[in-house]
């Protein structure tokens, strides 16, 4: 035994070389978080939606759960339920029903682009009211604008891809 010990300590130990650490790449980066937005003098936040020929102009305000179209209720501007639904989700998803007035000018398209446009707004304008509900409205899809349009026409044919019967002879 005291062999073994006597020669564990005669031999001498390697030095120490100190290593170069690479930058570890599996850091993440810090995250900006973007400036928190200030609503206008009246109290409002803003958000502009976009969906095919329609454009909406969306102002949000803490308030009692107010929702008007160009100076009309919901209900009173869109008779489809679906669209109705659609303009109401961002809303329900954020759980901020009954708890901001929604107030919305819209114009060009027709009902289906306007109520598109109208929730893209309701969206936008959420995401400066409160910052924390991005992720929510993301999840959802609700900050993504649509961008299918319809195809022009093309001369020469009676529509965008129909054409005229061919006549072999």
């Known amino acids: 035994m005291a062999e073994d010990q006597t020669s564990a300590d ?29 609503p206008d003098q009246g109290g409002f936040f803003w958000g502009t ?25 919901i209900d009173n501007y869109f008779n489809e339920l679906r669209d109705r639904q659609d303009i109401v989700r961002p809303l329900e998803v954020t759980d901020t029903s009954g708890k901001v007035d929604v107030l919305v000018n819209v ?19 959420l995401k400066g009211y409160d910052a924390t509900l991005e992720p929510a409205l993301r999840e959802n899809n609700m900050l993504t604008r649509d961008p299918r349009r319809v195809e022009r026409k093309k001369y020469g044919q009676p529509g965008a891809r129909k054409r005229f019967q061919f006549s072999k002879r």
């Not at 939606?49 to 209720?73: C, D, L, Q, Y």
């Open 49 to 73: 939606g976009r969906r095919k020929a329609s454009v909406a102009r969306v102002r949000i305000r803490p308030g009692e759960g107010r929702f008007m179209i160009n100076g009309r209720k």
């Open 107 to 125: 114009h060009g398209g027709g009902f289906t682009g306007q109520a598109g446009a109208i929730a893209l707004g309701v969206s936008r304008a």
């Open 10 to 38: 005669s031999t001498p130990a390697a030095p120490e070389t100190p290593v170069a650490e690479a930058p570890a790449a599996s850091t993440p980066a810090p995250v900006e978080t973007p400036a928190p937005v200030k």
